[in-house]
């Protein structure tokens, strides 16, 4: 563990790219075990749950050995105002991204629809990739490279990219727009996701952005007969994403980050 916070001070970056591979090599390999050792149906929900949970719950005991989990936002609920907030940028959220890939301002999806996702895989996706990035990797950015507003921006910057580059991957094998789509969509989404928990400290209003977002857009996808993002689909979604990405820049830049210091933030 000494190593781990060794090279999460002196490589931060390295820290948090093996952090993101070493997390979705555990829940690759929990998923694994689950079918071969108890039987677990590989086309059901049930084995994304069991992996994203096994690697929250390691990413906790992690955060929780590093003496991260109040500083990463995991700690704390958030005040009324952090919710209120969520709640409103949901909302907005929601109307955008249903209008992007649907064509209308809708959250009603198809009754047969609603059976084929289960909420609590996609509340525990949702969660391992908050405790991920908003959590692990941003505070670990941020401890690094400071509590001033560029430090700040900086790490939640190569987050949001990071973030990007991951879901790009949803769509390898399809049209590169898709990748690039994918791409731009989760980095504006890592933004303004990163300034609420940078703003109020906490961790779970924007696991319940994530959670519900995730819902909503699955459950309607899956009442159409394979549906997939257009190129148009992608460019809307990501110009009518760029006021909240704007936001959290905004937001960034008029809060007191002093909440942010475990002591030295550089070469303890």
């Known amino acids: 563990?000494?190593?781990?916070?060794?090279?999460?001070?002196?490589?931060?970056?390295?820290?948090?790219?093996?952090?993101?591979?070493?997390?979705?090599?555990?829940a690759g390999l929990a998923a694994t075990l689950a079918v071969v050792l108890f039987g677990v149906d590989q086309t059901g929900s049930r084995l994304?749950?069991?992996?994203?949970?096994?690697a929250t719950f390691?990413?906790?005991?992690?955060?929780?050995?590093?003496?991260w989990l109040e500083a990463a936002g995991i700690a704390s609920w958030g005040g009324w105002r952090a919710w209120s907030a969520a709640l409103v940028l949901l909302v907005y959220y929601l109307l955008?991204?249903?209008?992007?890939?649907?064509?209308?301002?809708?959250?009603?999806?198809?009754?047969?629809?609603?059976s084929g996702l289960r909420v609590p895989g996609v509340i525990i996706g949702g969660t391992f990739?908050?405790?991920?990035?908003?959590?692990?990797?941003?505070?670990?950015?941020?401890?690094?490279?400071?509590?001033?507003?560029?430090?700040?921006?900086r790490a939640v910057s190569?987050?949001?990219?990071?973030?990007?580059?991951?879901?790009?991957?949803?769509?390898?094998?399809?049209?590169?727009?898709e990748i690039l789509g994918q791409m731009g969509v989760a980095l504006l989404e890592g933004i303004w996701w990163a300034?609420?928990?940078?703003?109020?400290?906490?961790?779970?209003?924007?696991?319940?952005?994530?959670?519900?977002?995730?819902?909503v857009l699955r459950t309607k996808a899956l009442g159409l007969a394979d549906y997939h993002g257009t190129p148009r689909s992608y460019a809307l979604a990501v110009l009518l994403?760029?006021?909240?990405?704007?936001?959290?820049?905004?937001?960034?830049?008029?809060?007191?980050l002093e909440h942010h210091r475990e002591g030295p933030t550089s070469h303890e």
């Open 96 to 114: 955008e991204l249903t209008y992007s890939f649907f064509g209308e301002f809708s959250f009603s999806v198809p009754a047969a629809a609603v």
């Open 48 to 54: 994304g749950l069991i992996g994203n949970l096994t």
């Open 1 to 26: 563990m000494g190593r781990l916070r060794n090279l999460a001070s002196r490589r931060p970056f390295l820290f948090v790219v093996l952090l993101i591979l070493g997390s979705l090599v555990v």
């Open 129 to 153: 990739e908050e405790v991920l990035f908003r959590g692990a990797v941003l505070y670990a950015l941020v401890r690094i490279w400071g509590t001033t507003r560029t430090g700040v921006l």
């Open 241 to 256: 994403g760029l006021p909240l990405a704007a936001w959290g820049v905004w937001c960034i830049l008029r809060t007191d």
């Open 58 to 67: 390691c990413l906790v005991f992690l955060l929780w050995r590093f003496g």
């Open 195 to 215: 300034a609420i928990v940078v703003r109020w400290g906490s961790l779970w209003p924007t696991v319940l952005i994530h959670a519900v977002t995730n819902w």
């Open 158 to 177: 190569v987050s949001a990219l990071l973030f990007g580059l991951v879901h790009s991957a949803n769509a390898i094998g399809g049209d590169p727009s």
